[in-house]
């Protein structure tokens, strides 16, 4: 039988004609435990440490196997506000660490409806609609970034790092069958040091030699140094790997001309623009991605400044033949006569068998704000940085490293040597106030404010800047 909104069953199913009728009362328990937490909570994070929460944490989750249920009501409301309470919350404007952003709550309210619904896109009738929905809304996001291509495609990933491995696989695939070579070489790669960590990782799981890292002392690849390196190489297929937006410092690497080095000298491109892809929707900021349509592969993630729950992750191509590789048949999914019947073949979208529709949030966002809106949010967040450089600037109590390229701003108290910096960041994180990252240059050390929030005010940034000076003095 199913729930009713008095009675909440834990075994209703959230699916049919009367899921709707029993999701409700626990969404609502679901929402005021969410309430709760967060006030309990009372900032950007949980004081204490790591110790402290993990002890509050066992105190409300214990048993995590009771012999007999609590009950649909009690279990969603102790554990939700549990998470809750111990949350590292990007929706606090003092929570600016890393690329985590706070989601839309349409955007969370979709995920719910996926949730729900729970379509699997790795065949047809799994996902009818769903499936559907996603070659659009690709479609439509791959052609942002190759507005000259327009058969363009994206496949739908968990985030930058699935794409980069994508990316470097569809390379590597491209390598093996390149014409007239009886026996290719393996694919080579060159990245500069600012690259993700997951190029690095990705070329060890796919039995890839190790990257060839050149240095970026100015935080981005130098055209001159991608010239020498791919002169000296031995004449094997390249992947020369560009960044638009690093994780540190958020600034975009040269692109024309590595493109333009590429073409010279027959390599592949792909850029990891996981971070720095949204300013696509920005014309005032699109300028800042001149070059990235002439990369062979693109990383895009909008769980980033896109503003979505994770996972959001794209990897977008020119040409659809580039994702010919994935091409993998599994008869109980995509029988060969029911492909030819019409029935679309979805496994080779993914590398994943088994995959949620995270297109829904993103078809609904796109929709809803339309490309200007997006943008608009994505101008917010980097005009916020660049306030927050000037209150630094002006600030006699502090260095800023640069100006903003995206929404990173570099920054620590002046005169503080890598110890300092990094034990202001500790006390913050101990006490509740503050979840800064942190970023190593040549220059050593900083605190590093990623500002994703783009409802953050000035007032929210003197705060942080005045918690930081309060930690420096101590």
């Known amino acids: 039988m199913p729930a009713s909104a008095a009675d909440p069953t834990p075994a209703a199913l959230a699916g049919g004609t009367q899921g709707a009728r029993a999701v409700r009362p ?59 309470e111990g949350a590292a919350d990007p929706a606090e404007p003092h929570c600016a660490a890393h690329l985590h952003g706070p989601p839309l709550a349409l955007a969370t309210a979709a995920d719910l409806a996926a949730a729900a619904l729970n379509p699997s896109l790795d065949s047809w009738d799994q996902a009818p609609s769903a499936t559907a929905l996603e070659t659009l809304t690709t479609r439509a996001l791959a052609a942002l970034a190759y507005p000259a291509h327009p058969h363009a495609d994206a496949l739908v990933t968990t985030g930058g790092t699935e794409s980069n491995q994508l990316a470097l696989l569809l390379a590597r695939e491209a390598a093996r069958g390149t014409p007239g070579r009886a026996a290719p ?56 790997v560009a960044t638009a937006g690093t994780t540190d410092t958020g600034r975009i690497d040269p692109l024309p001309p590595i493109a333009d080095l590429c073409d010279t000298h027959g390599a592949t491109l792909h850029i990891d623009a996981s971070y720095g892809g949204p300013l696509l929707f920005s014309d005032t900021l699109r300028p800042a991605l001149s070059g990235l349509d002439r990369a062979h592969t693109i990383a895009l993630d909008l769980h980033k400044l896109g503003w979505q729950p994770i996972a959001a992750g794209l990897l977008a191509v020119p040409d659809p033949h580039t994702l010919a590789p994935l091409a993998h048949r599994a008869d109980y999914l995509s029988a060969p006569d029911d492909t030819e019947a019409g029935f679309p073949d979805t496994l080779h979208r993914s590398l994943r068998t088994t995959r949620r529709p995270d297109i829904l949030k993103i078809a609904v966002t796109l929709r809803a704000l339309g490309r200007r809106g997006i943008g608009t949010l994505v101008e917010r967040v980097c005009a916020t940085a660049h306030t927050l450089a000037d209150l630094i600037d002006a600030h006699p109590a502090f260095d800023l490293h640069s100006r903003p390229t995206l929404s990173t701003v570099l920054f620590r108290p002046t005169g503080a040597d890598d110890k300092t910096t990094a034990r202001i960041r500790r006390r913050l994180l101990h006490h509740g106030h503050a979840v800064l990252g942190r970023a190593t240059t040549p220059e050593g050390l900083w605190l590093k404010a990623t500002l994703l929030n783009p409802h953050t005010r000035t007032d929210d940034l003197q705060h942080l800047l005045k918690l930081v000076e309060g930690h420096t003095t101590r």
């Open 185 to 240: 070489r393996p694919l080579r790669i060159v990245c500069g040091a600012n690259a993700h960590h997951s190029i690095h990782r990705s070329a060890w799981l796919l039995g890839l030699p190790g990257p060839e890292t050149l240095p970026t002392p100015t935080g981005t690849l130098h055209p001159d140094d991608v010239r020498a390196a791919l002169t000296r190489l031995p004449r094997v297929p390249t992947l020369v």
């Open 26 to 84: 626990l969404i609502d328990t679901t929402l005021r435990a969410l309430a709760r937490g967060a006030t309990v909570r009372g900032g950007p994070l949980p004081a204490g440490g790591p110790e402290a929460v993990a002890a509050r944490v066992r105190a409300a989750a214990t048993p995590v196997l009771p012999e007999h249920g609590t009950g649909a009501e009690e279990s969603l409301r102790t554990l939700v506000q549990a998470l809750a």
